[in-house]
């Protein structure tokens, strides 16, 4: 028992660094905090953790292995997820065009014409994440690299909220710190570049999902 437990201590060390490093989620928390505020943020944070916590339970069960180790199911996944990526990235920068044309009503009103509502929001975290191929290949690495054939089942579950639990808080937090009222005061003339800088980013990373994907198949 003591070993599972150094188990999961370093399961959660090794996933609390990975959380904190630059990537889609984290751009993606970073846009929509700022730009549409709490709530938005945290249930994109929301969406997030449960997207790693369907990444985290298909890998725990070999599923995500079988995927990986088959070629042509694989690249489709990186498809469908650099299509998402690059579709979200072009949509961000289509929106930033939008904005610069002169409008006959209340920016406020057509700010977000996606972001409306919890379930919108909820369902951009999951889909960025859990269409995400790195963070298939990143689970798959971590499972089987660290939990034993023999690991409890007790265990195993205990994995599975320590990474899920882990996934909301940080990201929970950096929606909160990001839309609070002074640093939203100072980041308000900023947003326009946050909301390019994520737009060319998640473009550019779907791209290059999308193109290694085509070229392992020919």
Avoid at 72 to 79: K, N, P
Avoid at 195 to 202: S, W, Y
């Amino acid at each position: 028992m003591n070993n599972e437990y150094q188990i999961l201590l370093t399961l959660a060390s090794i996933h609390w660094i990975a959380l904190m490093s630059p990537g889609p989620d984290f751009a993606l928390v970073i846009q929509n905090a700022t730009r549409y505020g709490r709530t938005t943020g945290i249930y994109i944070a929301l969406g997030l953790s449960f997207g790693i916590l369907i990444h985290s339970i298909l890998s725990l069960t070999g599923i995500s292995l079988i995927v990986h180790t088959h070629p042509v199911w694989f690249a489709l996944i990186q498809i469908a997820g650099g299509s998402y990526l690059a579709w979200l990235g072009l949509s961000t920068l289509n929106s930033l065009y939008q904005r610069r044309k002169p409008r006959h009503q209340p920016e406020t009103e057509t700010a977000s014409l996606w972001l409306d509502n919890r379930k919108q929001a909820f369902s951009k975290g999951f889909l960025t994440n859990i269409l995400n191929p790195k963070a298939l290949v990143f689970f798959i690495s971590l499972m089987s690299s660290l939990i034993p054939a023999d690991f409890s089942a007790s265990g195993k579950i205990l994995a599975l909220v320590i990474l899920w639990g882990l996934s909301f808080f940080w990201f929970a937090i950096l929606a909160l710190l990001l839309s609070s009222q002074r640093l939203q005061n100072k980041l308000h003339a900023a947003a326009v570049y946050i909301d390019g800088l994520c737009g060319i980013i998640f473009s550019v990373l779907g791209l290059m999902i999308g193109y290694h994907a085509v070229t392992s198949l020919t």
